[in-house]
């Protein structure tokens, strides 16, 4: 319930639909680090089920938002891939998605840190969370891939070297 939809623009022929949580209260100029949750294989089968499918929703509760120290809380946006055209976090929704979270950045850039965005997925969320922080290593604060479905060769490994990364 406390979760809004969002829509990225078109990009590469491919919109990624989104559901996201604001920390951000009346009057608040806090900067909030942003966490973007990528789900794995089949979660993304209709609109919010990427929201349930992990219990991801959870980390928009009072306990989870005060683990946020430094700012009280944290903007979470969870993506949802095009799995109604069979595309598990496919190498093509790659620039999608970094459409779709340019475009919310900017919607909420006045409360967003942009110093402190974070990766994290689990299985083919944990692979598009690595094929990001490789696409994109310094937009990503640190990356936090679960049982990813990829592992990195040495030259796209190598992109990451200066990147903290929490792999599970």
């Not at 920390?23 to 089949?42: A, R």
């Not at 990766?119 to 891939?145: D, I, Q």
Request: charged residues 25%; glycine residues 8%.
């Amino acid at each position: 319930e406390q979760f809004e939809k969002g829509k990225g623009p078109e990009a590469d022929g491919y919109s990624i639909d989104y559901r996201y949580f604001s920390p951000v209260k009346e009057d608040d100029t806090t900067k909030y680090p942003l966490v973007v949750w990528l789900h794995g294989m089949g979660d993304g089968e209709y609109e919010g089920k990427q929201l349930t499918a992990q219990e991801i929703a959870l980390w928009s509760s009072a306990e989870y938002q005060s683990r946020f120290k430094n700012s009280g809380g944290a903007f979470i946006i969870a993506p949802r891939s095009v799995e109604e055209e069979e595309l598990y976090w496919d190498d093509c929704l790659i620039y999608p998605l970094r459409a779709a979270l340019d475009d919310f950045i900017e919607q909420h850039r006045e409360n967003i840190d942009v110093s402190r965005i974070y990766v994290g997925g689990y299985s083919m969320g944990g692979k598009m969370t690595l094929k990001m922080a490789v696409a994109y290593p310094e937009f990503f604060a640190a990356a936090f891939p679960i049982c990813p479905a990829w592992a990195p060769d040495k030259e796209a490994a190598a992109r990451l070297k200066d990147m903290p990364l929490w792999l599970t």
